[in-house]
């Protein structure tokens, strides 16, 4: 059901790991990773498995497949407001190539990502040249998305969705201990962009609760820029501390800001126990044509209700531990990892209300619930092989 893909998407970016880009013209490393994620907040459960694949063909060539699993549960708020508890399963898989020539390194990619109310599939080419003796790294990235988007049980309804993005980085190694990447990234979404199950409400004195629901409707064009600074500075004791700003804004009204650091730390000389921590703080204003709650029927032009385009913030915390695995235990000779990472985020909504105490017998007045919070805990576990 498109009704989580907000948020499925928000727990799909947690995923990943937070690497800068490459700083040589080098082939990504051979490697296997078998993952479990665990998504587990706001009434909603998101887990799955992931198989990713790299393997490289002589010197020049690296291929990499990766299928990836989300399978979800449960009844996040707007759900309980308007309709039942549901499960689904999103199926994604990805296929990408990367061929080095020199110094420069050309990539192509795909992915299909199917459920069974929406189908999206994304192309994607990328250039990446070193400069001044692998010093300085300029990184070149553009990417098309065509997206189908039904409405489960209304055959009649079928629209569709493209995207394009734009994105370039400068990555420079500043001192032997200091890496920094300045980013631009612009984005067009044009189409069917809102979702097809999502309803906004209204002031209705005809209602018992006050209030009445009708459906969203958004414009059918965004486009967004943001720049990010990010650096990575390694310590006199073979840690390393990174960091990240980022500014959005977009043509939708929202800007947003988010900063995050993170902490690796090598327990012994050989790396065989890594651990890890980060903290991440953002905050956003809301779109224009956000309201909670609407004075009447078809007050306005568009209108939208989804909590993820109110004025809300979230901050995060996480640890994790990575363990060398000894030869003994090593699958196929190789270099063995097990890692486990644990993030713990807090959203806060300023002006999104759970209409839910509705329902718990309390007389309030409509705009007058509670501002809605809730926190989640995010899980992730790797195998990883090297080939």
Not at 156 to 164: D, I, P
Not at 251 to 256: D, E, H, K, T, Y
Not at 348 to 367: C, K, L, M, Q, W
Request: negative net charge; aromatic residues 16%.
């Amino acid at each position: 059901m498109a009704v989580t893909k907000t948020l499925r998407h928000f727990a799909g970016a947690l995923l990943c790991f937070f690497p800068l880009a490459g700083w040589a013209a080098v082939l990504p490393e051979e490697r296997a990773d078998i993952m479990y994620h665990s998504y587990s907040g706001g009434g909603v459960t998101i887990d799955g498995p992931s198989l990713l694949v790299r393997k490289n063909v002589g010197n020049s060539l690296s291929l990499s497949a990766n299928y990836y699993v989300d399978m979800i549960s449960g009844a996040s708020i707007d759900v309980q407001a308007t309709a039942s508890r549901y499960t689904e399963q999103r199926d994604e898989y990805s296929l990408s190539a990367d061929y080095l020539v020199d110094k420069t390194t050309l990539s192509v990619g795909y992915t299909n990502s199917s459920e069974n109310d929406y189908e999206a599939n994304t192309f994607s080419f990328g250039v990446s040249q070193a400069f001044f003796g692998d010093l300085s790294t300029l990184d070149l990235r553009v990417s098309y998305g065509s997206d189908d988007v039904y409405r489960n049980g209304d055959d009649n309804f079928a629209a569709e969705a493209e995207h394009r993005r734009y994105a370039l980085s400068w990555n420079q190694i500043l001192t032997q201990k200091l890496i920094a990447e300045l980013s631009v990234e612009t984005v067009s979404d044009e189409g069917f962009l809102n979702n097809p199950y999502r309803s906004v409400r209204y002031l209705d004195p005809t209602s018992g609760s006050g209030f009445s629901y009708q459906p969203e409707l958004y414009p059918s064009t965004r486009n967004s820029d943001a720049a990010a600074i990010r650096f990575k500075y390694y310590l006199p004791y073979r840690a390393a501390i990174k960091g990240e700003y980022r500014r959005y804004a977009d043509s939708w009204g929202i800007v947003a800001d988010n900063i995050e650091f993170r902490y690796t730390h090598p327990l012994e000389e050989k790396d065989q126990w890594i651990l890890e921590g980060k903290a991440r703080v953002y905050k956003q204003t809301g779109a224009d044509f956000y309201s909670d709650l609407f004075p009447y029927l078809n007050a306005t032009n568009f209108r939208a209700r989804d909590k993820e385009l109110s004025d809300y913030s979230n901050a995060s915390i996480g640890i994790g531990v990575s363990y060398v695995l000894p030869d003994r235990w090593s699958l196929f000779n190789r270099k063995n990892t097990l890692s486990l990472y644990w993030d713990y985020i807090y959203f806060d909504y300023e002006n999104f209300r759970d209409v839910t105490v509705h329902g718990s017998g309390t007389a309030i007045a409509p705009g007058e619930e509670p501002t809605y919070s809730f926190g989640a805990n995010v899980i992730r576990f790797f195998w990883s092989v090297w080939l």
